[in-house]
């Protein structure tokens, strides 16, 4: 561990749970399955387009079984406002076909076995095991992950594997969960395209401005 980098994780997340005491997903959401195909809409699309989109697709689809029977080319056209959307829409009929047939309606509740379905990658699976199970074994990296953790100079990489290896080596596994949803909210709030670095309640861990954008 880096132990020069640890002590500085220790002091951003002081600064971060004094902002943001409270964390929570931004994607609505009833019930496990739910949780499952907003987070596959969310790559490369915002929460509040997918807000919108779920409101009436879940609705439409209200159990894991209608969307085991969906008819895709249908079902595509009731996504079709969110980005990648044939893509998505295949990953997730075919992600509930299996979760109905192989794992009777229940979703995994281990990255080995989510990762193997259908348009869910480590960062999907982490999101997924942690609100749904309250299970952490990673640390969901996102855009917003990625860019604020190499601004802060807390990794040097940029592939998000890599990235989530180096902070799960310096940051406590307590907040591993919470992490994400603050960088999230940290990054809407005070770091958008361009940061704001004289308001920024961070900017004195600024160590990588070229990673501002």
């Not at 299996?98 to 076995?113: A, H, R």
């Amino acid at each position: 561990m880096d132990s020069d980098n640890a002590k500085r994780a220790e002091k951003i997340i002081k600064i971060l749970k004094k902002l943001f005491p409270k964390t929570k997903i931004a994607l609505d959401y009833s019930n496990n399955w739910e949780l499952v195909v907003a987070v596959i809409l969310s790559a490369q699309t915002t929460d509040k387009k997918v807000n919108e989109v779920t409101k009436r697709l879940f609705k439409k689809y209200p159990k894991l079984d209608s969307y085991a029977k969906a008819d895709i080319s249908e079902f595509q056209k009731d996504i079709k406002e969110i980005g990648l959307y044939r893509a998505k829409a295949k990953n997730i009929l075919s992600t509930a076909k299996i979760i109905k047939d192989q794992y009777n309606g229940v979703i995994p509740k281990t990255i080995k076995e989510l990762v193997a379905l259908p348009g869910i990658g480590r960062k999907t699976a982490n999101v997924i095991l942690g609100n749904a199970y309250g299970i952490v074994d990673g640390i969901a990296v996102d855009t917003h992950v990625v860019r604020l953790s190499r601004l802060f100079g807390l990794t040097k990489h940029k592939d998000a594997v890599k990235i989530e290896k180096d902070l799960m080596e310096i940051l406590p596994k307590k907040e591993w969960f919470n992490f994400t949803y603050r960088m999230i909210d940290y990054g809407r709030k005070y770091c958008t395209a361009r940061c704001k670095h004289d308001v920024c309640p961070l900017r004195e861990y600024i160590k990588n401005k070229h990673d501002e954008t």
